[in-house]
């Protein structure tokens, strides 16, 4: 799953903050999912699924 978000950030030319804002959380939590310290809750994957598109 990391991977995969930092693959779609990149994708959409955005960094950790401006998807973190995208999101609604914090640029922070963005760096921990992107380094497997964290996992994104249901209502992350479902709004990082929707930007996929």
Do not use: F, Y
């Not at 959409?12 to 999912?33: F, P």
């Not at 310290?37 to 209502?43: A, G, I, N, T």
């Amino acid at each position: 799953m990391t991977n995969k978000i930092l693959k779609l950030r990149k994708r959409l030319k955005l960094t950790q903050k401006e998807l973190a804002e995208v999101l609604g959380v914090d640029a922070i939590t963005v760096s921990r999912w992107e380094r497997e310290e964290q996992k994104p809750s249901r209502l992350a994957l479902r709004q990082i699924e929707r930007l996929e598109r």
